[in-house]
């Protein structure tokens, strides 16, 4: 588990340097490897409505999947703009005539009949989608999907700020600064302290920790208290 992990950090931080959308194709394509899956994309719309993306889905179904716009059909598609939490592809609305005939050519391209995909939003109307798509039964797949959920919603998190990143003429965002309290709470939850123990160590409530927490995520842009800790580590924030 240890080398796995190390694994995992390695491509993240080699995603984080990246420069350009080679860069993040590369660590799509390593990620893919690390988890054993057919496929992982990640695809993006920036303010000015131009679409971008990376990943490993052949460049055939790529292309017939833009000749056919099956963008305005894909039940994937749909469903994560509708929500706001990931979600796996077996409970969104395959029912209708077009969405059959759609998967079953996305799996003549070699789309597998497992996904997992994570909607992401950003500022001025971003809206981008991390996918993780594999062939195999369903217990399989919900184990996979249970034991890695947390970091898949991370490294989503992880490609969006990179593509937002890169998106051209975009200005850095102002970054707020944690107060003693967040920072302090941050760190301790960094090194892998529970929320009792890290209560305990600042001699505060465990409510009144939750209001730290709560506060630092505001502040940091983060969907959870790991992409919290996760940005907070990148910008400089806290050391470990």
């Known amino acids: 588990m240890a080398e796995t992990t190390s694994q995992l950090d390695c491509i993240l931080s080699a995603l984080e340097q ?5 860069g993040m194709q590369r660590a799509a394509e390593a990620l893919r490897e690390h988890y054993c899956i057919n496929h992982l994309v990640y695809h993006w719309v920036e303010s000015k409505g131009d ?4 990943g490993t889905y052949s460049q055939e179904w790529q292309q017939k999947y833009i000749e056919e716009n099956y963008l305005r059909i894909d039940p994937v598609v749909i469903g994560c703009y509708q ?3 990931p979600v796996d ?5 395959w029912s209708s005539r077009a969405a059959r005939e759609f998967s079953k050519v996305a799996a003549g391209f070699g789309v597998g009949n497992q996904g997992f995909s994570v909607p992401v939003r950003g500022p001025n109307g971003q809206f981008a989608m991390f996918t993780v798509n594999h062939s195999c039964d369903d217990g399989t797949w919900a184990d996979f ?3 890695n959920r947390s970091h898949l919603i991370l490294i989503a998190h ?7 990143d890169l998106e051209p003429g975009r200005k850095p965002e102002q970054k707020q600064a944690l107060s003693p309290r967040e920072t302090d709470a941050m760190t301790l939850l960094a090194i892998g302290y529970s929320r009792a123990q890290v209560a305990n160590t600042l001699s505060i409530s465990e409510h009144t920790l939750r209001v730290y ?3 630092a995520r505001f502040k940091l842009g983060a969907v959870n208290t790991t992409h919290a800790v996760a940005r907070a580590i990148s910008r400089g924030l806290i050391v470990v």
């Open 18 to 22: 990246a420069e350009c959308l080679e």
């Open 51 to 54: 679409q971008y993306g990376c």
């Open 83 to 85: 929500r706001f939490h």
């Open 89 to 93: 592809w077996k409970r969104l609305d």
């Open 145 to 147: 999907t249970d034991k």
């Open 158 to 164: 992880y490609f969006n700020e990179k593509a937002l």
């Open 213 to 215: 927490i709560e506060s």
